[in-house]
């Protein structure tokens, strides 16, 4: 039986010859469907910075992003779901 995911999943990765570094966020859609809208706010931010190329959709409404930041990639992570977090608590 498959694990039906709520949260986003966040993975750093780290380029083998630059060094540089890359986060990679899936979107499932059960999350998506409550917090689309603030998904699509967080990826707006100037601070947070992916081509098409770098986003993969999947039939079930859900998707995987590759982004760059000038930030540390786990910092934009944690202020998304630190800002969530606040708004699954008032819920």
Not at 29 to 43: D, G, N, P, R, S
Not at 68 to 83: D, G, H, K, M, Q
């Amino acid at each position: 039986m498959a694990e039906v995911l709520t949260e986003p999943q966040f993975q750093i990765l780290t380029h083998q010859y630059t060094g540089e570094k890359t986060g990679r966020i899936y979107f499932p859609a059960l999350f998506l469907a409550e917090f689309h809208e603030f998904v699509i706010q967080w990826l707006q931010q100037q601070e947070i910075i992916f081509y098409e190329t770098d986003i993969k959709r999947y039939g079930d409404g859900s998707f995987r992003l590759y982004f760059r930041t000038i930030n540390p990639p786990e910092a934009e992570y944690f202020r998304l779901v630190n800002s969530l977090t606040g708004k699954m608590q008032r819920i």
